[in-house]
């Protein structure tokens, strides 16, 4: 039954192999030495792995987990919490010179070559959702609109998202269930008291969803996502694995905490 060749490699070193490489950024070639096997069957073991630990979804509770943006906005209508939505770019290759797409992965915003994902985080910033990745010049609005999230809030349970000012318009869309930053209401020649006010809501707001900003930070410690090498198209499995790793680890700790 079955073809190829066989595996090397038992599944555990497969998996270890992996873990170590997201986690470190550890190349092919040390992992191949570091395992006495040729660097071909570590770029196997991780090609097969890596879309397993994507898979997974992330965390939530022992034996809990969202897999999909549906399962998330679900999961905050029962419970009540608040979640909190931002997008987060990884730094990628530049496409080669001729390719026809080469230009929708420069950033708007850091003018580099990325890919944008967009991250979902509760009120004490653990990653509920990890969205698959879009080339950097997506605009973060645009990429919740083509995830659904528009449709699920519209239609979905009475929950509360807050998100930056990348997001404005998206709570009119919703029914006010996306809460943004306050629209300035003078352009120019503000009174006084205005400037003071908009400033301690726009601080209020900030402070709230400033969550979303360490559940991002964690994840942007897996060496995999300082700046991915490796092909494009593996991104989305990289860092969709890393938020289910994380968001687990994020789980035993409250459990811990719980427990202590």
Known sequence: MGAGAKHRLVFVDRLLATLVHLRHGVTH?????????????????????????????CTVTAGVRLRTLAEVVEYLGVTGETGIVDGTEIRVRRPAVG????????????KQNAVKAMVLTDGDGRVLFCSPTTPGSCADITHARQL????????GPAVEILADAGYQGLGAQTGGRVVTPPHRKFKKNAPDWYEELHERQRKAHSSRRIRVEHGIAHLKNWRAL???LGHREHTSDT????AGLLSQQQAADLISTQQS
Do not use: N, Y
């Not at 390719?99 to 850091?110: A, L, P, Q």
């Open 29 to 57: 070639d040390v992992l191949a030495c570091w395992f006495g096997v040729d660097r071909s069957t570590i770029t196997r073991a991780i090609g097969e792995v890596r879309p397993l630990l994507a898979q997974r979804g």
């Open 99 to 110: 390719r026809k797409d080469r230009d929708k992965f420069i950033s708007g915003k850091s």
């Open 148 to 155: 659904g999230l528009v449709r699920l809030l519209s239609d």
């Open 226 to 228: 300082a700046r991915h």
């Open 239 to 242: 860092v969709q694995a890393i």
